[in-house]
């Protein structure tokens, strides 16, 4: 919905104060979303994982809607391993975890094995669902392998983010391929970047993928023509997923599929 590269100066609709992202959180709600992945910013506009902030706008959220708040802890790919945690401190309902490193445009998103058992290890202490972001094929393996660990336990959810330069490209093949290698049971959603990511979600649907959509992702409803928020493209979505009878998801109803307790 905000991610930590997408600037106002590239999308003038992107919501930057906990105030602005709970309201926005409650149109994509409105329009069919059950999940609010979230990253915040300062007020400035720029990427952080501070803990207050998150806690500001997580509350904000709360008091207009009953949707999930999945945080980031990928944060940007520049921040310590210590900053990326801050929000699990608040233990939240989900978060992301990212299974491996991976070459991100012109950087490196680094996370070592060992990180990542300290990542799951934290969400495990503090009863935070994880969402597996999948880059490449190879950080299947490394989710399940937290699983042998007995650091990560069923039900499994994955995202597989696709078109990132540097990791697995977009393509009706690689999700396949992805879907076809989970664990059977798991569920899945996709995030396809930039103008990857209509073509994707068109595809996930009638495949029995969930779909996660944004300015996080993509800035564009269609080319060269801005997106006005994160709810217009949620709605696009939905219509897709109504036409081909996948009704979508309350939050309570993802909660049950997920495995997520419903939180008072």
């Given amino acids: 919905m905000v991610g930590a590269e997408t600037m106002p ?13 709970a309201d926005a959180a409650k149109a994509c709600r409105d329009a069919g979303a059950s999940i609010c992945h979230l990253h915040v910013r300062t007020d400035d506009a720029r990427p952080t994982q501070d803990k207050e902030r998150f806690r500001e706008t997580i509350e904000a959220i709360r008091e207009k809607t ?6 980031s802890t990928g944060g940007a790919v520049w921040m310590t391993p210590e900053e990326r945690l801050q929000p699990i401190e608040l233990a939240p ?8 490193t991976v070459n991100f445009g012109k950087e490196v998103f680094w996370n070592s094995p060992e990180l ?7 969400f495990q202490k503090r009863g935070v669902r994880p969402e597996f972001e999948i880059f490449d094929s190879g950080m299947i393996a490394n989710a399940m392998n937290l699983a042998k660990l007995g650091l990560v336990e069923p039900p499994f959810h994955f995202d597989f983010v696709l078109g990132v330069p540097g990791a697995l490209p977009a393509s009706a093949k690689n999700l396949l391929f992805l ?7 798991a569920s899945w959603s996709v995030a396809g970047i ?5 073509p994707m979600a068109a595809l996930a649907i009638p495949l029995g993928g969930h779909v996660r959509v944004g300015f996080e992702d993509n800035i564009y409803y269609r080319k060269g023509e801005l997106a006005i928020s994160n ?4 709605e696009r979505v939905a219509r897709i997923a109504a036409e081909l009878d996948r009704p979508v998801a309350t939050p309570d109803e993802a909660r049950a599929l997920l495995g997520i307790p419903r939180k008072a």
Wanted: proline residues 8%.
């Fill in 9 to 21: 100066s590239d999308q003038p609709n992107l919501p930057i104060t906990p105030e602005q992202i």
């Fill in 66 to 71: 009953d949707i999930i708040v999945q945080v």
């Fill in 93 to 100: 309902e989900m978060a992301t975890l990212t299974c491996g």
């Fill in 116 to 122: 990542l058992e300290r990542f799951a290890s934290e």
């Fill in 179 to 185: 879907m076809e290698s989970i664990p059977a049971g």
């Fill in 194 to 198: 930039g103008r990857h990511q209509l």
């Fill in 231 to 234: 709810a217009q493209l949620v």
